[in-house]
C-alpha cells in the first residue's frame, strides 16, 4: 500500500487503540470500584454517574471536535455558567418563558462560539489565548449581570430534563445520547466532519486540497459553543439554580476527557466513543472518592491526580509528528 | 556582479535592521506595547481623580510586584513553548506555608522562606518532567497540578486563614526604602538577573531554541528535558516568591491567595508580545504587560467601577494584545525581518514549497 493510500485510509478510519484502551481502562476501573465500595454498583449510584456524566460527556463531546481541527476551547466552561445564569434569569419561575430562555441563551452561545471562530480562523489568533479571553469576558459579563449573587427561576418543568426519568433513567441521558448521536453524524457522515480530521491533520494540505478550512475552523467553535450551552441547561437543571461559577472546572474536565479517551492533542486521531469512555472514567473516580468517604481537600488532590495521571498516560501524539 | 553587490548591501543593511529590532525586543519587548502603557497613564491622569499623585504611582508599583514576580517565570516557561497554570495555587501555597512556619513570630524567617521556595521548585520540576517525558500537553498537566496543590493547601489551612507573619517580615510590605516601597526595591535586582539569564546567558538562549523548534533544538545538542524541567522549575519558584511577597502584606496566610493570578500572568505575558507556541517573548514585554494590568486595576478602583467589569476589561485587552499579534506576524516589516537572505545561495531542491502558512490553528 502506498503512503497515499495509507494516510487515506487512516482518515477514513482512524484506528480504534486510543478509544479502545480507554474502555478497558474505565471497565478495569469499574471492577475495582465494586470492589472497593459495595454501594458502587447499586442501581441508584449508577443512574447518579449517568446524571452527573450527563453535562460534562456534552460539553466533552463539544471540545473533542475542537480538538480534533487541531484547537482548543477554554471558554466553554463560562459558557456554562452565563447558560446557567441566564436561563434561570429570565425563565423567572413563568413556564412559559422556557423556550424564549433556552432560544436566547443558544443565540448567545453562538455569538459566542462564531466570535470565537472568528478570530481563530480568519484573523488568525492563537486558539488558546483567544478562547481564554472570551472566558474572562464572558465571567465578567455573567458577574455583572448577576451583580454577584445565584439566580433562581428555573421552573420544575424544565428540571425535568434532568431530574425526570423515562422508563427509569434519568432524562439528561437521553439529551446526551442525543449529542453523542449528532456528533458521531457530523463527524462520521459528513463533509464538514471529514474536513475537521483532515484539518487536524495537515492544515494546509487541506487548504489546498480545495476545503475551505477558515469556515470548517470557524464552525467548530461555534459547535463547541452550542454543545457548551446545552451542558449548561443540563446542569442548571441537575444542580436547580444559576451560578456564575457553576460552569468552572468543566473547561480542564472536558479537555481532558477528551484526551483521555484518545483525542490527540494538536488534531486529526481520535473517536467521540473514547471521549465517553473518558468522560465515565472521570466521574467514575470522583464518584468513588465520594464514596469512600475521603475528606474534600483529599477529594480535591485526588481529582488534580487523576486528571494528570490519565492524561498523561493516555495521550497520543498529533497525526502530524511536529 | 553588480547584482551580488547590491544583494550583500541589502544583507547588509537588513542584517542592521534586524540586530537593532532584536536588541530592542530583548531587553524591552515591543516598543508599541510601552507606547500603550504610556498612553494609558497619560489617559487615566487626565481622565481618573487622585490618579496623578506620586502616592498613587507608588501604589501602583506595589501592587503590580507579586503578579510582576510570577510572570517572569510564566514568561520563561512560555518562551520554552509550555504554559504554567499552576501557578495561582503554587502562590496560595507560598503565602499560606509562609505564614504557616513563621506562626507569630515562634519559627524561624529565613526557614519560612526557604521552604516555600524549595517545594516551588519541586512541584516545578514535577510538572516539567510530566510534560516533557510524555505526549500530555502542559495546561492540563499544570491545571491538574493546580488542583492537587489547592487541595493540600485547603488540608494545611483547614480551609481557613492560617499562621501569622513575625513583626519583621509583617512590617516589609509597609516599609520604604527611600523614595520607593521596599518590596519595590527588592524586586529589582530579581528583575535585572531574570533579564541578564534571558539575554546573556546560554540557558536563556537555549530557552527560545526549544521554544520555536524543540525537534531542531534537540538536534543542535540542548538538552530539551532539562530545559523545559528548568522553566517550569524557575516557574514554580518564581510562583512561591510571589506568594512570599504577597504574605509581608497581610496579617495570615491565605489559602486563596493566589486565585486569579494564573490567567493575569499569561495575560501579561500575551500582552507583552509572547506567543504561546513559544520562541518568541521577553521579560522587559512581560513587564509592560504587568504595569498594564496593574495600571488598569488601580484606575478602574478609583473611579469606583464595580469590581465585576475587571475581568470584561482583562479579557479585551487580552483579545486586543492577541489580534495585534497575530497580525504583526502577518505584516511585512515582519517578513522582512525573518527573510533569510543567505537562502538564495542554496540550492534549490524540489519538493513542496518551503513557506507554510504559519501555525495557525495549531495550539500551544
Not at chain 1, 453535562?55 to 477554554?74: H, K, M, N, S
Not at chain 1, 486521531?269 to 467514575?284: C, E, K, P
Not at chain 2, 519560612?112 to 500530555?136: D, E, R
Not at chain 2, 479579557?315 to 537562502?343: C, E, F, H, S, Y
Request: proline residues 4%; positive net charge.
Amino acid at each position: 500500500m502506498s503512503a497515499r493510500a495509507a494516510r487515506f485510509t487512516r482518515i477514513e478510519k482512524p484506528d480504534l487503540t486510543g478509544a479502545a484502551a480507554s474502555w478497558l481502562a474505565l471497565l478495569t476501573l469499574a471492577i475495582v470500584a465494586s470492589i472497593l465500595s459495595s454501594d458502587f454498583l447499586d442501581k441508584q449510584n449508577l443512574l447518579n454517574i449517568g446524571r452527573q456524566a450527563a453535562p460534562l460527556a456534552v460539553v466533552a463531546l463539544g471540545q473533542t471536535i475542537v480538538i480534533l481541527c487541531g484547537g482548543i476551547d477554554v471558554s466553554v466552561g463560562a459558557v456554562m455558567s452565563l447558560t446557567t445564569v441566564v436561563v434561570s434569569t429570565e425563565m423567572n419561575s413563568d413556564p412559559s418563558m422556557v423556550i424564549p430562555a433556552v432560544l436566547l441563551v443558544l443565540v448567545l452561545g453562538a455569538a459566542i462560539g462564531l466570535a470565537n471562530g472568528f478570530f481563530i480562523a480568519k484573523v488568525g489568533t492563537d486558539p488558546f489565548v483567544t478562547t481564554l479571553a472570551a472566558m474572562l469576558i464572558i465571567s465578567g459579563a455573567a458577574l455583572v449581570y448577576t451583580q454577584g449573587s445565584p439566580t433562581n427561576g428555573l421552573t420544575t418543568g424544565f428540571r425535568q430534563i434532568s431530574e425526570g426519568e423515562l422508563l427509569g433513567i434519568p432524562a439528561s441521558i437521553f439529551f446526551a445520547a442525543g449529542a453523542f448521536a449528532l456528533a458521531w453524524f457530523l463527524l462520521r457522515r459528513t463533509v464538514w466532519g471529514r474536513s475537521i480530521y483532515a484539518i487536524g491533520g495537515n492544515m494546509r494540505a487541506t487548504y489546498l486540497s480545495g476545503r475551505r478550512t477558515g469556515l470548517v475552523q470557524a464552525t467548530a467553535y461555534l459547535a463547541s459553543s452550542l454543545f457548551a450551552v446545552v451542558a449548561g441547561l443540563l446542569l442548571a437543571a441537575r444542580i436547580g439554580t444559576g451560578a456564575v461559577s457553576a460552569g468552572s472546572g468543566f473547561e480542564l474536565e472536558s479537555i481532558a476527557a477528551a484526551l483521555i479517551g484518545g483525542t490527540a492533542f494538536g488534531g486529526g486521531r481520535g473517536r467521540i466513543s473514547g471521549t465517553i469512555a473518558g468522560v465515565l472514567i472521570l466521574v467514575v473516580l470522583f464518584n468513588l472518592v465520594n464514596l469512600l468517604g475521603l475528606p474534600s481537600q483529599l477529594q480535591q488532590i485526588v481529582r488534580g491526580a487523576v486528571i494528570v495521571l490519565g492524561v498523561a498516560a493516555y495521550s497520543r501524539r498529533a497525526a502530524t509528528g511536529s | 556582479m553588480s547584482a551580488e553587490r547590491t544583494l550583500t548591501r541589502r544583507v547588509r543593511s537588513v542584517g542592521g535592521r534586524v540586530r537593532a529590532h532584536r536588541a530592542a525586543n530583548r531587553w524591552i519587548g515591543p516598543l508599541w506595547v510601552w507606547g500603550v502603557l504610556i498612553a494609558l497613564y497619560i489617559l487615566a491622569v487626565y481622565t481618573v481623580p487622585e490618579f496623578a499623585t506620586f502616592d498613587n504611582f507608588k501604589n501602583i508599583l506595589k501592587q503590580a510586584v507579586p503578579l510582576a514576580i510570577v510572570s517572569i517565570g510564566q514568561t520563561a516557561v512560555i518562551i520554552q513553548g509550555g504554559i504554567d497554570l499552576s501557578v495561582a495555587a503554587v502562590m496560595s501555597m507560598g503565602d499560606t506555608l509562609t505564614m504557616g512556619i513563621m506562626n507569630g513570630g515562634s519559627g524561624s524567617i529565613l526557614f519560612a522562606i526557604v521552604a516555600p521556595l524549595g517545594i516551588g521548585v519541586l512541584i516545578g520540576a514535577a510538572n516539567g518532567l510530566v510534560v516533557s517525558k510524555t505526549a500530555a500537553p502542559a495546561f492540563i498537566v499544570t491545571l491538574g497540578a493546580a488542583s492537587i496543590v489547592q487541595g493540600a493547601v485547603f488540608w494545611y489551612t483547614h480551609s481557613a486563614p492560617y499562621g501569622a507573619p513575625s513583626l519583621s517580615f509583617g512590617q516589609l510590605g509597609f516599609k520604604e526604602y527611600g523614595p520607593l516601597p521596599a518590596l519595590v526595591v527588592l524586586f529589582i535586582p530579581i528583575l535585572v538577573v531574570s533579564l541578564l539569564v534571558q539575554n546573556r546567558t546560554r540557558a536563556g538562549r537555549h530557552a527560545y531554541a526549544v521554544g520555536d523548534d524543540d525537534q531542531v533544538a534537540a538536534r543542535s545538542g540542548v538538552n530539551v528535558t532539562r530545559v523545559k524541567v528548568a522553566t517550569f522549575a524557575l516557574s514554580g519558584f518564581f510562583a512561591a516568591l510571589a506568594g512570599i511577597a504577597v504574605a509581608t502584606r497581610t496579617g495570615s496566610g491565605e489559602p486563596l491567595a493566589g486565585t486569579g493570578f494564573d490567567w493575569d500572568s499569561i495575560a501579561a505575558v500575551v500582552i507583552g508580545g509572547a506567543i504561546l507556541v513559544g520562541g518568541r517573548g521577553s521579560i522587559g514585554g512581560t513587564m509592560a504587560g504587568v504595569l498594564i494590568i496593574a495600571l488598569i486595576e488601580n484606575a478602574m478602583t478609583l473611579k469606583d467601577v464595580s469590581p465585576f467589569w475587571q475581568s470584561t476589561v482583562k479579557g479585551v485587552i487580552v483579545l486586543i494584545a492577541v489580534v495585534i499579534a497575530a497580525m504583526t506576524a502577518k505584516d511585512t516589516l515582519r517578513r522582512l525581518l525573518q527573510w533569510r537572505p543567505m537562502d538564495a545561495f542554496r540550492p534549490r531542491r524540489a519538493g513542496p514549497p518551503p513557506a507554510a502558512p504559519g501555525r495557525g490553528g495549531a495550539p500551544a
